[in-house]
């Protein structure tokens, strides 16, 4: 079952935070984030696993919470380049099944 | 390779033709996925295979469509008398492990169309 992500878009200034969230109807084994800029293909961020543990580097970062079947990517002090569609892939069984995405577009 | 290679990046067909697309994952990635996306939206899963073995093929959308992967590298999505609701960026998208920890490397898709 499709995982459901929210905010549909967001629109920053530079420097600015951002939180993502995708939750999921099913029980989750993983949560995967990537990003995808126009024209491109998507690009892998993060893998977060059972145990709610919070992953990053630099200035992004996400958790996941199992019982609640969610997860949160987290964009702090944004920068130009993080402009572009985030999609959350959810591990319920052995596939990996994505979201409609979030667009996030920042403003210099 | 250095990436995953998808030929070809452009195909326009006629409805009612077959069309084959071709995937050429990373050297050395057991796991293979087939996914479509339409324009503004997400991957939409197809198929998946470990290795030469197709583990899942939920995802395809009717008997037209099948994929395989006879030697465990190469992999083909085979689309059957196209039709025009067919047309769509298809990638592909191969990995070093299996869907809980291997992170999914994207190939530039092909795009079909058709008329």
């Known amino acids: 079952q499709q995982p459901v992500q929210s905010p549909q878009a967001v629109i920053l200034r530079e420097g600015e935070d951002a939180v993502i969230n995708c939750s999921s109807s099913?029980?989750?084994?993983?949560v995967h984030w990537y990003r995808q800029k126009h024209g491109e293909a998507p690009v892998f961020l993060m893998i977060?696993?059972?145990?709610?543990e919070q992953k990053g580097h630099e200035k992004i970062s996400a958790s996941f919470n199992e019982k609640k079947q969610q997860s949160s990517l987290y964009l702090t002090a944004s920068q130009l380049s993080y402009s572009g569609t985030y999609f959350c892939?959810?591990?319920?069984?052995?596939?990996?099944?994505f979201g409609k995405g979030t667009r996030l577009h920042i403003l210099p | 390779g250095a990436g995953v290679s998808q030929s070809p990046r452009y195909k326009v067909t006629k409805r009612g033709q077959d069309v084959a697309l071709r995937c050429d994952p990373i050297?050395?990635?057991?796991?293979l996925y087939w996914y479509r996306q339409a324009l503004g939206q997400g991957p939409e899963f197809l198929t998946y295979?470990?290795?030469?073995?197709?583990?899942?093929k939920s995802g395809l959308p009717n008997d037209r469509f099948s994929a395989e992967r006879p030697e465990g590298s190469i992999s083909t999505l085979t689309i059957q008398r196209t039709e025009q609701r067919d047309s769509a960026m298809y990638r592909c998208?191969?990995?070093?492990?299996?869907?809980?920890?291997?992170?999914?490397?994207f190939g530039e898709g092909s795009r079909l169309t058709v008329l």
């Open positions: 998208a191969s990995s070093s492990a299996g869907p809980n920890t291997g992170e999914l490397f």
């Open positions: 099913k029980a989750l084994y993983s």
């Open positions: 977060l696993l059972k145990g709610g």
């Open positions: 892939g959810t591990v319920g069984d052995d596939k990996i099944i």
């Open positions: 050297s050395g990635h057991v796991s």
């Open positions: 295979f470990n290795y030469e073995a197709q583990q899942d």
